[in-house]
């Protein structure tokens, strides 16, 4: 059930935050501070489109925790969690970013540990 759930949650995350990549991205770009233009609008609107392309697999491992698809599809979800925050950090310390970025950088990784449990979890049952 904790998988499912986590799934679920993760699933309209990135959904949210991939909807709101393409519909809004200068809003989306102003809040950590940077300006927006129409090359970084397109940059974030294909970001926008993995993050729609990953949504179908990501769903269909909601409730096939030991199906080898589902779990290669959570391991690329924390793959995501972890670069994006490695990203995101480095873009706040060279100062790219601003500190509105930090708890986006921690959730993400906290949320991408919890990602890997539930693999390692579901796997050992």
């Known amino acids: 059930m904790l998988h499912k759930v986590m799934i679920t949650i993760t699933v309209l995350f990135l959904a949210c935050s991939a909807i709101a990549e393409l519909l809004i991205p200068s809003q989306m770009l102003a809040f950590v501070g940077i300006a927006s233009n129409p090359q970084t609008d397109f940059l974030l ?24 698809a589902s ?20 873009a706040f310390t060279q100062g790219i970013v601003n500190a509105m970025s930090v708890p986006s950088v921690v959730l993400r990784v906290l949320w991408g540990i919890v990602i890997l449990w539930l693999v390692v979890r579901g796997t050992s049952k």
């Open 45 to 68: 609107r294909t970001t926008a489109v993995a993050l729609v392309a990953l949504l179908p697999s990501l769903w269909s491992a909601r409730d096939e925790v030991n199906a080898p």
């Open 71 to 90: 779990r290669n599809a959570l391991f690329g979800v924390a793959a995501y969690m972890f670069l994006s925050s490695a990203v995101d950090y480095q």
